[in-house]
């Protein structure tokens, strides 16, 4: 069945520092690709998606890029803050049946250092 | 505001009580879900729901029951609390007919179990 592997974390890094969390997918047909974020205490919300092979996501300066060829959909930022210490969550939705349903990665914890 | 409506934000029960974790979302969508989220398990889906009068069983349903009378309301019933089920729950809503909506989610329902 279709899956999400995500990059075990928790990652720390400094502010400024440029970020790269790995997420790779398993599936069938032609998914649609998502990053959520979770901050402390809060629910998940949609930080960017891409529906498409090649299509980038982008969002307070985020990016991830499906790769169909990698079967990848890492999320990038140039220079973390403070603000952006969280939990991020890789998903992805099929488009048939029970395959509409997201399934999730295990999620990575970011903590950003003054 | 729209979005989907999670009470109560915090619950203390005993064990062998019941109760009843309320979810309600006013954007008309057809897929409703319940999750419950602990410390480094992810999000694992407990129930769903892909329109009114249809649910179905996801990964963790032991102990839960839920039902669907309306496409606004999704009300998740606990039957007889266990320590095992303090954990803190979401509740999630999407559109059903395409791969690219993402979902959006309740802000949380801290339950603890004594």
């Known amino acids: 069945g279709d899956s999400v592997t995500q990059m075990e974390g928790p990652v720390t890094l400094s502010e400024e520092a440029f970020l790269t969390i790995n997420c790779t997918y398993t599936?069938?047909?032609?998914?649609?690709l998502f990053w959520y974020v979770q901050y402390p205490g809060e629910g998940l919300q949609l930080l960017l998606k891409?529906?498409?092979a090649d299509d980038k996501g982008s969002n307070k300066g985020f990016e991830a890029t499906y790769r169909k060829e990698t079967t990848s959909f890492h999320l990038e930022k140039g220079s973390v803050q403070v603000s952006d210490s969280a939990v991020y969550f890789c998903?992805?939705?099929?488009?048939?049946?029970?395959?509409?349903?997201?399934?999730w990665g295990l999620g990575t914890s970011l903590a950003v250092n003054p | 505001n729209a979005g989907v409506t999670q009470t109560p934000k915090f619950q203390v029960l005993k064990t062998g009580q019941s109760m009843t974790l309320q979810c309600a979302q006013d954007?008309?969508?057809?897929?409703m879900s319940w999750y419950r989220q602990d410390p480094g398990m992810g999000l694992r889906l407990i129930h769903y729901?892909?329109?009114?009068?249809?649910?179905d069983q996801g990964e963790v349903p032991n102990g839960y029951n839920v039902s669907r009378s309306t496409t606004e309301d999704f009300p998740l019933r606990l039957l007889s609390a266990a320590p095992s089920q303090t954990s803190v729950y979401f509740c999630?809503?999407?559109?059903?007919?395409?791969?690219?909506?993402?979902?959006?989610f309740g802000s949380g329902t801290r339950l603890t179990v004594v």
């Open positions: 999630a809503s999407s559109y059903w007919g395409g791969s690219n909506y993402g979902y959006t």
């Open positions: 998903a992805l939705r099929g488009n048939a049946g029970n395959n509409r349903k997201l399934i």
């Open positions: 954007m008309n969508h057809e897929y």
């Open positions: 891409a529906t498409k």
């Open positions: 729901s892909v329109g009114a009068g249809i649910t």
């Open positions: 599936a069938t047909g032609y998914p649609s």
